[in-house]
């Protein structure tokens, strides 16, 4: 079966880096997504990776490696406004997408 | 309005009621979706609509009806649902359906439905 693998809930200090891991085990792979959600907002668009190596885009920087199956979003800086959780999504060989359940991410001043 | 729109924001029903829950996208995009999210899982893909065709079909009861009228507006007729159906549906739009490259998807806030 297909199956995408992130940490239930992170705990990090305002100011401080934050690292959550993604591993995927799909039938192909055809690009991973990063997706920030509000408590009781929309998911909203932050990272795209296709091919291996770092995407830095401002504070958040998305990291992919196709061989292991792996993918870290990377978060700088930390804001209380950074509390939310983040959807990992793989597209495999018949694009369609496959989701994680979400990393709740609590910031703590 | 832009963005995607989704109404009513909160909806609670008895299992022999019947409801739609409504979705308006303002982006011009082709294609549309729902999802089912519940808590600490995974967003569950219930229905695509790709040119106002329907492309996809996860495996979803009949007693969730999907309805896509024109390019920009999409429902989900409800009917005789069950207290597992209780979840937040999400609908979402995005310039192509399937295939290749970064079809970013644009997602509304969601329903919040509770089936009593």
């Known amino acids: 079966g297909q199956n995408i693998d992130q940490p239930t809930e992170m705990t990090a200090t305002e100011g401080a880096i934050v690292q959550i891991n993604c591993t995927y085990q799909t039938s192909g792979f055809n690009g991973l997504f990063w997706y920030q959600q509000h408590a009781g907002e929309a998911p909203t668009f932050l990272s795209y990776n296709v091919l291996d190596g770092l995407e830095e885009k401002g504070r958040f920087s998305s990291f992919l490696s196709r061989s292991k199956g792996y993918s870290y979003l990377l978060l700088k800086e930390l804001q209380m406004k950074d509390s939310a959780s983040y959807l990992c999504a793989v597209k495999d060989s018949n694009y369609q997408l496959i989701w994680g359940a979400g990393t709740k991410l609590i910031i703590k001043p | 309005e832009t963005g995607v729109t989704q109404t009513p924001r909160h909806l609670v029903m008895g299992m022999t009621n019947k409801k739609s829950l409504k979705c308006e996208q303002h982006l011009g995009h082709n294609a549309m979706y729902w999802y089912k999210q519940s808590a600490k899982k995974p967003l569950e893909l219930m229905f695509v609509?790709?040119?106002?065709?329907?492309?996809e079909n996860n495996s979803v009861p009949s007693r969730f009806s999907p309805e896509c009228p024109n390019s920009s507006h999409l429902f989900l007729h409800l009917h005789t649902l069950q207290p597992e159906d209780s979840a937040l549906y999400l609908c979402?739009?995005?310039?192509?359906?399937?295939?290749?490259?970064?079809?970013?998807?644009?997602f509304g806030a969601g329903s919040r439905l509770t089936v009593l």
């Open positions: 609509y790709s040119l106002e065709e329907r492309v």
């Open positions: 979402a739009s995005s310039q192509d359906g399937t295939g290749d490259g970064a079809n970013v998807l644009t």
